[in-house]
């Protein structure tokens, strides 16, 4: 028997699935400050992903976080310039980071290729500084260090490509087999740029929350076999899991290829209709 995630949620479209997800996103670090008084947070680029940072920093409800004490880390990143538009940092900045009065120091890019002699460079780089976060990290009554090696993640946002890639793990490749480390470096991504860096699964594992937000007909398949429970090898999404829930976020768009058996668990008929099932299914109106 395989364990699902613990709730999938449809949207009708992508406005309202960015909306939503900033939203609870907003919500997710009230509450953890509230428990422990800082938060930790791992972003992630692409359409979506930079389409929620900028529906944070747009909501009234942001006034909710106190900012200044959020920590915030990537899980993967394009080994450039530092100032390239294509760098996840770059775009975070300009649509979110920019716009809300964040500590400096809690901010946290991966090594550019204006730090680092190489990508191997960079991706030892983020890894000490990773670890060097963890050991300084002073956890509240209750909290404990989930790996020595990294910051306890409260939210690990995920995109996923029509490849069913996250972060820069990539079907059938070295990264995605990677273990033993919590920080990779990619040498031959199948799309630019090659060089990246990226957390391995074992780190994006360590997530206390992993939220994988996706929008398109063309991701419809990858997630229709995350879902289904393939293996993280062929399918990386599937390999993602929070160590206490697991979110899918997805579009209409996303959700046409999800397996009959999550939609209608008791064969009755009924997949579709507003609600939740006992996987965990609800669509949003």
């Given amino acids: 028997?395989?364990?699902?995630?613990?709730?999938?949620?449809?949207?009708?479209?992508i406005q309202s699935l960015t909306a939503a997800t900033a939203a609870r996103l907003i919500t997710k670090l009230v509450d953890v400050q509230s428990r422990r008084g800082v938060a930790t947070v791992v972003l992630t680029g692409g359409t979506v992903g930079t389409a929620v940072l900028d529906a944070v920093a747009s909501?009234?409800?942001?006034?909710?976080?106190?900012?200044?004490?959020?920590?915030?880390?990537?899980?993967?990143?394009?080994?450039?310039?530092?100032?390239?538009p294509d760098r996840n940092a770059v775009q975070a900045a300009g649509v979110m980071l920019s716009r809300l009065p964040v500590s400096p120091d809690r901010v946290h890019p991966v090594p550019s290729s204006d730090d680092a002699a190489s990508v191997q460079d960079a991706a030892l780089g983020y890894a000490r500084a990773l670890a060097e976060a963890a050991a300084a990290e002073q956890l509240a009554p209750g909290f404990d260090a989930v790996d020595p090696r990294l910051p306890r993640f409260d939210v690990l946002l995920l995109?996923?490509?029509?490849?069913?890639?996250?972060?820069?793990?990539?079907?059938?490749m070295?990264?995605?087999?990677?273990?033993?480390?919590?920080?990779?470096?990619?040498?031959?991504a199948p799309k630019p740029p090659p060089e990246r860096v990226s957390l391995t699964l074992e780190a994006i594992n360590t997530a206390e929350e992993v939220w994988l937000a996706v929008a398109g007909e063309d991701k419809a398949a990858a997630v229709g076999l995350a879902l289904a429970g393939a293996g993280p090898v062929q399918?990386?999404?599937?390999?993602?899991?929070?160590?206490?829930?697991?979110?899918?976020?997805?579009?209409?768009?996303?959700a046409s290829q999800l397996p009959e058996r999550l939609l209608d668990p008791d064969?009755?008929?009924?997949?579709?209709?507003?609600?939740?099932?006992?996987d965990g299914i609800r669509s949003e109106h």
């Fill in 1 to 13: 028997m395989r364990n699902f995630p613990n709730g999938v949620s449809i949207h009708p479209d």
């Fill in 59 to 84: 909501a009234e409800a942001r006034a909710a976080v106190d900012w200044s004490r959020v920590n915030f880390w990537w899980g993967d990143e394009r080994f450039l310039a530092a100032d390239s």
């Fill in 159 to 172: 995109g996923v490509g029509p490849d069913a890639h996250i972060a820069s793990l990539f079907p059938e």
């Fill in 174 to 188: 070295a990264g995605v087999r990677t273990t033993g480390e919590t920080v990779v470096a990619v040498t031959d």
């Fill in 235 to 254: 399918v990386p999404a599937a390999g993602a899991h929070g160590r206490s829930k697991t979110r899918w976020l997805i579009d209409q768009a996303a």
């Fill in 267 to 278: 064969g009755t008929g009924a997949g579709g209709d507003a609600g939740s099932t006992e």
